[in-house]
């Protein structure tokens, strides 16, 4: 049998601890920093960065609340009688071509109106007119719930 020196016999079985550590804990820090970012990232990319531009029309106070079904088609009326149908401007006497050639598309179509509470009576009744006449079956007013607010009737 060969000789081995006694500081060699269990040299192949030792394990290398370094005297100098970054951590002691159960937890890496790199893995707690690297689960931090992720969520950022993630936060940061579902979040709405980019305002979309829109009007700001003050809808009447209703103290009735239904809602509208999916896929439906939405006409805005704001207070200096601009009309936009879908977040497109349109103009008034091209409404009716607009809605008509959106019924060709879907039979069962809900249009949505949303006028300013200073709108006139009138304009809204001439934009349910140009929905029927396009063929549109039903037709909603959209209103603001009122939250303990008294209703003017």
Request: charged share 15%; net charge positive; proline share 7%.
């Amino acid at each position: 049998m060969a000789y081995i020196p006694e500081q060699q016999v269990g040299v192949r079985w030792r394990r290398f601890r370094p005297k100098y550590r970054l951590y002691h804990g159960p937890i890496p820090v790199i893995a707690l920093v690297n689960v931090a970012l992720l969520l950022m990232l993630f936060l940061v990319w579902g979040s709405h960065i980019v305002i979309q531009p829109g009007l700001i029309i003050q809808l009447p106070v209703a103290a009735f609340v239904s809602g509208t079904p999916y896929g439906h088609v939405v006409v805005t009326v704001t207070q200096e009688g601009q009309v936009f149908f879908n977040d497109d401007r349109t103009p008034m006497d091209r409404l009716g071509s607009a809605l008509s050639h959106a019924v060709r598309q879907n039979k069962d179509l809900s249009l949505t109106i949303e006028a300013d509470a200073r709108v006139s009576y009138e304009t809204i009744v001439r934009v349910m007119n140009m929905a029927a006449a396009a063929g549109i079956r039903q037709v909603n007013l959209a209103t603001r719930p009122s939250f303990g607010e008294e209703v003017v009737p």
